[in-house]
């Protein structure tokens, strides 16, 4: 059995939480990193994590007991986050109330972190004689432009969430979640900068859709076969007959084997991934660029009140 947690927008889902996660409290870290076959339009990503969770039951059960396949509780989290461009915190709350299949959970989170020194100046709009989309949105402006700054600019970010799961026999699940999320950060670029979470362009004060379908199919105790489909897109702005921001946006598509151990508290995911602008004129790369590979290991510390985890 498995349950399905993101903390954020762009994290993708958690398929350890099932095995790890206990009513009452629970800490866990994990390290991610991606990397596209061939260097040039996608950034690569490294991002390491501390989160704690605390699970209290509608039910009238105990801490420290697993969660049934069809769990009904209030989650209240946090995590640090730190990556070679920021570093930061989130907080969030959510809620399942209904034991029934398939299960609903409603979710907001917070989050706060410092760019560190990596804001950028992007190109949110074509416009004939101040650079194109295509220019700035690749691997290589981005690494030749960080760092050159010693500004530690700010930015924030608020996170609400629908999520809605479907459980099959055999701890198989099909789910859907949607993100709507109001961003703002702090920037002397006219408004411009990018989002290295989702790896894309964005505005200082901007909204982010995130829609995530994801899947997960066991082939045997400690070995599954996980599915995950983004779609990510930003804001548009106009003022008058001025185009000041195009609405940007792009999908992915990961597929790959999560392997566990020690009661699911260990944990390591392999996917292979292909992703796509969803505009032609936003891309001049070629297909190999497209390809991406990540690598996710997950632990869970066991406290004393745990059962069957000690």
């Given at each position: ?58 039910e009238p059960l105990n801490y420290g007991e697993r969660m ?57 709009s074509d416009v004939l004689g101040e650079g194109r989309i ?101 804001g548009f702005l106009r003022n008058g007959d001025v185009v ?67």
């Amino acid at each position: 059995m498995l349950l399905a947690f993101t903390l954020s927008m762009g994290d993708g889902f958690d398929q350890s939480a099932q095995f790890g996660l206990r009513y009452g409290p629970n800490l866990s870290w994990s390290a991610m990193g991606n990397t596209p076959f061939v260097w040039g339009q996608w950034l690569p990503q490294f991002t390491a994590d501390l989160h704690y969770t605390w699970l209290e039951p509608i039910e009238p059960l105990n801490y420290g007991e697993r969660m049934g396949r069809i769990p009904t509780f209030l989650k209240m989290e946090g995590a640090l986050e730190v990556s070679p461009f920021y570093a930061g915190y989130q907080v969030g709350f959510g809620l399942r109330p209904f034991k029934t299949n398939p299960q609903v959970e409603v979710s907001a989170t917070y989050e706060s972190f410092f760019y560190l020194m990596s804001n950028l100046e992007m190109v949110t709009s074509d416009v004939l004689g101040e650079g194109r989309i295509a220019e700035t949105w690749n691997a290589d402006y981005i690494v030749d432009n960080a760092w050159d700054s010693d500004e530690f600019d700010y930015a924030q970010l608020f996170d609400v969430a629908v999520k809605i799961e479907y459980f099959f026999p055999k701890s198989a699940l099909i789910g859907l979640n949607m993100h709507y999320i109001l961003t703002d950060i702090s920037t002397d670029f006219s408004g411009k900068s990018y989002d290295y979470k989702l790896n894309m362009p964005v505005f200082s004060r901007d909204f982010i859709l995130d829609f995530e379908f994801f899947g997960r199919t066991p082939i045997s105790e400690n070995v599954a076969l996980l599915v995950e489909t983004s779609l990510f897109r930003t804001g548009f702005l106009r003022n008058g007959d001025v185009v000041e921001k195009e609405a940007l946006s792009y999908m992915m598509v990961r597929l790959g084997p999560h392997i566990s151990w020690k009661e699911g508290l260990r944990s390591v995911t392999l996917e292979l991934g292909f992703w796509n602008r969803l505009k032609d004129r936003f891309y001049d790369g070629n297909l190999a660029q497209q390809f991406i590979v990540q690598l996710q290991y997950q632990g869970y510390f066991s406290f004393p009140i745990h059962k069957d985890a000690r």
